[in-house]
């Protein structure tokens, strides 16, 4: 019991390190974002003819001089070409519209070109969806956790650990994320909200048994 004991102290040790290291991490420098989330310029080219998507993807690879290149598809029809970019000079620009005119054969006065500036997403725009869900699914299982410990001395105390192990939990993952500056992109929120339902279950499953 002892050695368990001192096992489970010095992992909740190294947890509360990490915390505390991503907290004063994200205090800092904040969340490194993907490209859906930074702020950024949309190009939007006019294909008559159409495309294929990874040819203009690698053609804006080639004249951007990067590999951070979002590509949007806005609509069915296969005509507009859509990319999202971050910094890029006034001649890149243009020389990326040329390799397009260059390889579908668009001439000059054909070609209709917009570019949109986008600005950056707040992390918790990206959080807000995800709170309410979380905070219905962790008070109804402590409820339930509760009716089932009723007759026990811990019904409150039992309750109170599995919030603690919860909050735990995503504390680290983001805390994770934010040390090793991985980047908070469109899969952020839904693996955290399905590691958050994994540990709910295995820890009220544990705590009710």
Known sequence: ????????????????????????????????????????????????????????????????????????????????????????????????????AEKYEIEAEEMEYYEIVVPETKIRTVINPYILPIALITILSLIYIIIRNYKSNNKIKIPLKVLGILVITLCLYFSIIALFKLQFSIYTMPFAFAIYIVTLLITVNKKCE
Not at 26 to 36: A, D, I, Q, R, V
Not at 56 to 76: G, M, N, Q, R, Y
Request: glycine share 4%; hydrophobic share 40%.
């Open 1 to 100: 019991m002892k050695k368990y004991f001192n096992k489970k102290s010095i992992i909740l040790a190294i947890s509360i390190l990490i915390i505390i290291a991503g907290a004063i991490t994200l205090s800092s420098s904040g969340f490194e974002k993907s490209l859906e989330y930074k702020e950024g310029t949309r190009i939007e080219v006019y294909i008559p003819d159409g495309y294929e998507q990874q040819e203009v993807i690698d053609i804006a690879k080639e004249c951007f001089k990067t590999e951070e290149i979002l590509f949007s598809k806005i609509e069915k029809v296969n005509k507009v070409a859509a990319i999202k970019v971050t910094n890029y000079t006034q001649a890149q620009f243009e020389n990326y519209l040329f390799k397009i």
